[in-house]
């Protein structure tokens, strides 16, 4: 289970990558590691005398363009980590989306945000329960986390509404709104 970390009025809640999706970022490294292995290999030869890089100019381009097509998608597969830093001092929230050495953050006021819920996705064969920082009409909810069992979902509901003061709402098995 992932909960919430708690450092001085900051609180970090890490969304941990399915293993799926480094499982799939393999297939895609190794292919990307072949072409650019085979592009070492033929720039190798032209510079050591036993070929002209003149006439291995495109197939070098082409397996290096080839090789960074399908390598940089499998690195950010690899590395994609996303996580949501509350800070209660500064009444701040940064959601930051990271892979590899890139940090895409962005940041929003934590007064816009009234109440923590619980939903569910009403698929009986397999339920997740999302636990929500949700505001106004208007203001997107931040999704902090998902669960398969709604225990794990109400402990993090209750952990984070009681550190930041908010209270929290259960709306599983009710409709969902019109809009």
């Not at 923590?116 to 986390?145: F, H, M, R, W």
């Not at 109400?154 to 952990?159: H, P, R």
């Amino acid at each position: 289970m992932a909960g919430a970390m708690t450092v001085d009025g900051t609180i970090r809640i890490d969304r941990p990558m399915p293993w799926v999706g480094r499982l799939l970022s393999l297939p895609l490294l190794a292919a990307s590691s072949y072409l650019l292995w085979n592009v070492a290999l033929g720039l190798r030869q032209d510079f050591f005398g036993f070929g002209r890089l003149a006439d291995d100019l495109v197939p070098v381009l082409v397996f290096a363009g080839l090789g960074l097509l399908v390598g940089i998608p499998g690195l950010i597969l690899l590395t994609f980590r996303y996580f949501v830093v509350l800070n209660e001092t500064l009444r701040q929230i940064v959601i930051t989306r990271q892979f590899g050495p890139l940090n895409i953050r962005s940041s929003r006021d934590l007064a816009d945000y009234h109440f923590v819920s619980i939903n569910d996705d009403y698929d009986p064969q397999a339920t997740t329960y999302d636990v929500n920082l949700c505001g106004n009409k208007g203001t997107e909810p931040i999704t902090l986390q998902s669960f398969t069992r709604r225990d794990e979902a109400d402990k993090l509901a209750s952990e984070i509404g009681r550190l930041l003061k908010l209270p929290a709402r259960d709306y599983v098995g009710t409709e969902p709104d019109a809009d």
